[in-house]
Structures are given as C-alpha cells and as structure tokens.
C-alpha cells in the first residue's frame, strides 16, 4: 500500500542526496518525494510516498532515524491529513475548443494560468486522483506538457508530537528532558 | 591566535585522545601531514590506504577506542573504501580523514578529485566535506562523537586543500556535541520490559544469543549474571566470541552456518530466543521459514532498525544493552534449567567421535590442529586476528577465547585482506598483549603489502598463514554444490619464507603435525615478527556446515569415523 512520510531534515547541502540514497540502497521504489522550508528556519519538511506493506514502512522510518540530519519522521497514512499535488498542464487550444476547455477548467475547480494562439495552461491543486482526472478529459485536446509537484501531506488537527522542541534544538536551545517521542517503544 | 586548518585537525584529534593514526599522504592531504611534524601523534605509514582503514578498524576493535586512518583525495581515498564498508558492517568506530582539492577546484573533475562524500555516503555512519578552516574543530569534534556512540560506525571527514591551508580564530568548545537529529540514547517503555522479563521467566528452553553488541556496551559482565542467575546457555555470533568465556559453562559456542552441531539444534528447539546486540543475519539463522520455529523471540538492540529485518520477534528493546540488561536482571527469578541443559548435553554425544581432534595422526596436517595447537600455546591469551575463509571459521571452532575483543574478524563484510592490518592496528591499540594474524594463502596476498609496514615499524606480530594453495572456502563450495569444478580457485604461491625474508622478517615452513608447536614456540620467542607457513591439508573442508538457504539444523556432518577428505579418496 502507499505509504505518506512527513519527514523534517536539517536544511543543510546533501541532505537531499542522503534520503535519496537510503531508499535507493534499501531497495524502496519513491513514488513521489517534494522538500520546501518549514515554519522554522533550518528545517526543511519533505513528503515521501512509498509503495510498501507496514513492515517495510517500519523499516523505513527506522532507517530514516539513522540519518544523522533527520530530525523527526512521522508516517501520517493512517492518520486523517490532507493531501495536495499541483500540475500544470499545457494543452492545445484552438479559437474552436477553447471554450470547451475553459468550461472543463471550471467544472475542476482549475484555473487557465496563460493563454497563446494555439495552446493554454492550466493550473489545478488537488488529490492525485482529481488531478488525473482533470487530465484525462483534457487528453482528447491534445496535452503538449505537463509538469506535477507530486504529493505534499499534512496531518489534520494539531501538530504530531512536538517539532516544537525540534525546533529548540536546531537552535539549540532544547533542553535534555525525554519527550514522548524519546520514549520510543518498539514493541510488536 | 590564528592556526591553519591543518593545524587544526591536528589539535582537535588531540583533543579526542587520538595518539596513534595509520596513513599514507599525497597532494591534498600535504599541508595536514607537514602540519603533523607539530604534534605529538604517532603516524604509522601503511603501504595501501585499504590498510591504514583496517588498522584503525583493528585498533578500535581491539583497545575499545576510535581508530583514525589518514589518506589523500582520490585514488587515496577510494582506496579507502572497502575498509569503511568493513567497518560498516562490525559496527566498528573508525574516523577517516581524507584529503580533497580545494574548493574553488571541486565539481572541475580536477587532478586527483573524487566525490568521496558521494562515494562513501551508503558506507558511513555520516560524513562530512570541510571546505573552511574555521569549521574543521567541530566535524571532528562531532565525527569521533557520532562514531563511538549509539551503534558505532565509521565517520569521514573531508578537508579541501584550502580549507587546511587557510588560517583562523579557533576557540575550543567543550561542551558536549549537540546535533539536533541524531538520538542514541533511545529507551523502551516500561511495558516492554515487563513484556521481555516475563517471557524470559516463563521460558522453559531458552538461549542467549551473544553478538558483537555485548563488546560495544561493555555488558559482558551483565550478560553473564543474566545467564548464570537464570540458567540459559549462551550461543556466540561469530563476532559475539569472546563476550563470554569459552569455558564457561553456559557457552554453548558458535552458532550458524559453521556453528556447532549442538548449537543449531537447540536453537531449533528453543521456545526463547534472546537477542543481544546482535542482528540475526543470514549466516546465522539458515532458512527463515523454518528457523527456531517454537521460539519466541526477544531482541535488544541499540539499533531499532535491527528489529523485524530479518527475523519477526515478539518484544524488540531499543537501548543501550548493558543499561538494558542492569534494569532487568533484578526482575528475572532464578531458574532451574537442568532439563533443558541435559537435553543440550546429549546433543552433544556424537560430536565427539566426529571431532577432528580426536583423530589420529594420519600423517595429514590439518588447519584445525594449528589452530588448536596455537590456542594450547598461546594458552587462549592471545588477540588473534583473522581474514576471511576456512581459517577463519576453524579459527572460531578451535580457538577458545577466554577474553572479550580477543577475536578480531571481519564478519558482516567478508573482507579478504583485513587479517594483516587490522593486526597492525590490534598491536598498536594493546602493544602487551600478543597478537596473531591467522590467516589463509588467498587472503594474505591480498594485503600482504603491509609486512612492508610491519617491518618498518619493528612490530611483533606473529603470522600464521594456514596454506592449502586454494582459495578453501570457494573451493569448499565448489566441492559441494557444483560438483568439483575448481574455477580459478588453486593458487600458485610464493615461498612465504622467503617473502618473509625479504621483508627482513623471519619465516618458518611447517609442514607436519609435529611441527606446530615447535613453530608457534620458535615464533613466540624471536623478537620480530614470524611469518609461519602451515603447508595444510588442501582439500580439507569446514564441518559442520549449514548451506545457504538450508534449515538450520541440516547440516553438512564431518564424515564419521574416518576423516575422509578428498585427498584421502
């Protein structure tokens, strides 16, 4: 099944590289992996997916940890979240079929983001399965290009855990009381 | 007052208690090592950088320290690869420092430039490239702390050239390394524990499983009195010998592919198995579907990535094992395992028949009676260091190591050519005691460079090249599972005598049973270092055996009662 990570890493160079390298060496397919800053500066949030069973999703999260830049992990499948993929798509648009188009862009909720003689862009957010909607019934116009973010994740109501006292310690300010998520049990 | 990066680094592994490291210097690394002739470090030049990787391995391995190997950019440091992937596996601190070129130049496919970062990035704990003499302090600083604690491992750190050259401030930190991600202290619950002590009490047919772990925490003491106090005999990983002494009653002795015969069916018919510091690797469980199948299984480890990868346990304690263990073992009642210990006994009724050792002198020089005469000589006092093969195994059957870190092996890699080096390293680290390199023909000439090394530095460490004139362990397989087709495994050797001599060392050819001792002895007594050449039985096999893939009790038997090899048929 496709597992969603939310994992924050220390914004330093190579990190990237260092995540990357863990899946491929650990023999796990991404599916789809997006980094950006978080709230906090120096920290960075990216939103894995893998296509794995529980085991493997373990596995994972256990190896993550291993890397010394990766500050927390929290596997959010399972937990109520929101999940958003932004795509672009140019498509080609004749004086004819523009209109049509442009009713399609509204009924998805997306938006027409450039117009040229013979082509539009559209521009649309949303669940990968809406998105691949949008594309599908845009395929009989011809797509010229398209380009998605793949998936960013977020867990709904409040924070999991604190990345509070991340925070702190990436300043450094944390002190050395256990957390929750110190006291990690891994029992089966 | 300002000092150069060089000086710096120097400084720095000063500071973490560094006094011996193993290099080789070349362009990027120059301005570090003419930076050296300032300090007051021991620098040991090896002869390839694969060798000054396994020395710092041996030296951690064998004083409880960190290891420090020291090479150039480049062909320098990719040399230095298979001795960090050795590390690696055997959980074993090392801290590399390589040299790059400057940083201007990186990225330009420069003279002697390699992404050694890159390179090594699947093969460290974590690494560094340091491209600012100001920022040199603290990566070692953190480098020795992240490759000693929690699960130890190898660190690099990579300096450009400009970066050692360049002069800066230093003010010295002594707080402790605070590295936000990086958590080595984790803890099991308090459920967890009353999860594993009762199963431990419950436990009618336990077994301990003793692994390198035992040695990292420094909970050999602990383990015993976990042992002792329940009654549960203790198997030994390979790289678990040594955690508890080899007579001690309660040692079982090795288990898995090459384990004993007793051990493997125990563990088959064990309702606990209890996991400490060790992984469950291939090697030691045989086929997963059938291994220990009514066991239950409590793993305790430092490394939480551990649980669950090979082998499915029912109660998995993250932390360090000595801390662990100190928690639980005032909650383990005492037990009476005489039953269990008796039906493990009768296990062991046949071997004895089988036992090489119980055979006559048939004229035939087999590698297990030079290890076992070595062991009697040497009284079992001594660090033996092994390559990879049959000696290797017959080492850990027939070499009874009373004292932990005793046997320096490279087992999770498999590393052919670790045996000479890391013995240098064991020297260095523990120049009292004796240490031994065992190893065979094959892997000898792998790295036998390093007696180059040996001389120069006038080390006394003894050799002992068990010498079949085959690659053995391939060979052995071949002789199983592909019906004796003997591709490119005989070996043509040099004389190892006379190699020996050339090195100015002393050589010493033994070619029958009753000259072991006398050679062990002439070596021990000379003041250099012996090569002692033990021409062997060259088809001789490693009993028992488990194949690949095989239940872990089906095991490949000595022939009995007549010692049949293929020279003998």
């Known amino acids: 099944m496709r597992h969603t990570f939310a994992v924050y890493v220390e914004n330093l160079p190579g990190v990237l590289n260092r995540v990357a390298s863990l899946f491929r060496r650990r023999a796990f397919n991404i599916e789809s992996l997006t980094v950006g800053h978080t709230e906090t500066s120096g920290v960075s949030r990216m939103t894995i997916v893998v296509d794995t069973d529980e085991h493997g999703a373990r596995r994972l999260e256990a190896n993550l940890y291993k890397l010394v830049n990766v500050l927390r992990v929290d596997d959010i499948t399972l937990r109520p979240s929101v999940e958003r993929d932004l795509a672009m798509i140019k498509v080609s648009a004749t004086p004819e079929t523009r209109t049509h188009i442009m009713q399609l862009v509204d009924v998805f909720r997306a938006r027409v983001i450039d117009v040229a003689p013979d082509s539009v862009i559209i521009e649309t957010t949303g669940t990968e399965d809406k998105i691949d909607g949008l594309v599908e019934v845009l395929k009989q116009y011809g797509v010229i290009e398209m380009v998605r973010t793949g998936c960013v994740a977020m867990a709904r109501g409040p924070r999991l855990g604190g990345l509070g006292d991340v925070a702190e310690r990436v300043g450094g300010l944390g002190d050395e009381t256990p957390t929750d998520d110190n006291n990690v049990s891994y029992s089966v | ?569």
């Open chain 2, 1 to 569: 007052m300002k000092r150069t990066g060089a000086q710096i680094l120097w400084e720095a592994l000063g500071r973490e208690g560094v006094s011996t490291v193993f290099g080789y210097p070349g362009g990027a690394i120059l301005p570090a090592y003419d930076a050296l002739l300032e300090f007051p470090v021991k620098h040991v030049l090896v002869r390839h950088e694969q060798g000054a990787t396994h020395m710092a391995d041996g030296y951690a391995r064998a004083g409880g320290g960190v290891g420090v190997a020291i090479a150039t950019s480049g062909p320098g440091a990719t040399n230095m690869v298979t001795g960090i992937a050795t590390a690696m596996m055997d959980s074993s601190p090392i801290v590399c420092i390589t040299g790059q070129v400057g940083s201007k130049l990186i990225g330009s496919d420069a003279f002697q430039e390699t992404d050694i970062t890159g390179v090594t990035l699947p093969i460290t704990k974590h690494n560094y490239l340091i491209t600012r003499a100001q920022d040199v302090a603290r990566a070692v600083k953190e480098a020795f702390y992240v490759a000693k604690s929690g699960r130890p491992g190898p660190v690099l750190i990579d300096i450009t050239k400009d970066a050692q050259q360049a002069s800066c401030e230093v003010e010295w930190d002594d707080s402790e390394v605070k590295l936000p991600g990086y958590r080595p202290d984790l803890r099991a619950t308090r459920e967890v524990y009353q999860q594993a002590i009762d199963m431990i009490n419950d436990a009618k047919r336990p077994i301990i499983f003793a692994g390198h772990g035992i040695m990292l925490s420094g909970a050999m003491d602990v383990v015993r009195a976990v042992a002792e106090h329940a009654n549960i005999p203790v198997a030994m990983t390979l790289l678990g010998i040594g955690s508890l002494p080899a007579q001690h009653p309660l040692n079982l002795g090795m288990m898995g592919m090459h384990g004993e015969a007793w051990v493997n069916s125990a563990i088959q018919e064990a309702d606990l198995l209890l996991g400490f510091g060790m992984r469950f690797d291939d090697r030691v469980t045989g086929n997963l579907a059938t291994y220990a199948p009514n066991a239950k299984k409590i793993h305790i480890d430092i490394d939480p990535a551990e649980f669950n990868k090979n082998v499915k346990v029912d109660v998995a304690l993250a932390g360090d094992l000595r801390s662990v263990l100190e928690e639980m073992l005032p909650h383990i009642s005492k037990g009476d395992r005489s039953a269990w210990l008796g039906t493990i006994d009768e296990m062991k009724g046949n071997v004895a028949v089988r036992d090489i050792q119980n055979l006559p002198d048939n004229g035939h020089l087999y590698a297990a009676h030079v290890i076992n005469d070595l062991w009697r000589v040497t009284e079992g006092n001594a660090i033996v260091v092994t390559d990879v093969g049959q000696h290797q195994m017959w080492e850990a059957q027939y070499y009874k190591h009373e004292h932990p870190r005793s046997l320096i092996t490279s087992g999770g890699l498999g590393t052919m050519g670790f045996a000479l080096p890391a013995a240098v390293g064991a020297k260095f680290a523990c120049p009292e005691k004796e240490v031994w390199a065992v190893v065979g023909d094959g892997g000898f000439q792998m790295t036998q460079a390093e007696l180059s090394t040996i001389a120069q530095e006038q080390l006394k460490v003894n050799i002992a090249i068990i010498n079949n004139g085959y690659l053995g362990m391939v060979r052995q397989w071949q002789e199983f599972f592909y019906e004796r087709r003997y591709a490119a495994t005989p070996l043509l050797n040099p004389d190892f005598v006379k190699l020996a001599e050339a090195h100015g060392l002393s050589g010493i050819a033994v070619t029958e049973r009753a000259g072991v001792v006398p050679g062990v002895e002439a070596a021990r007594e000379q003041a250099g270092a012996v090569v002692l050449d033990f021409k062997v039985e060259q088809e001789d096999s490693v009993f028992p055996m488990v194949p690949a893939g095989a239940d872990l009790d089906d095991m490949i038997r000595r022939p009995s009662p007549i010692v049949e090899t293929a020279a003998d048929t």
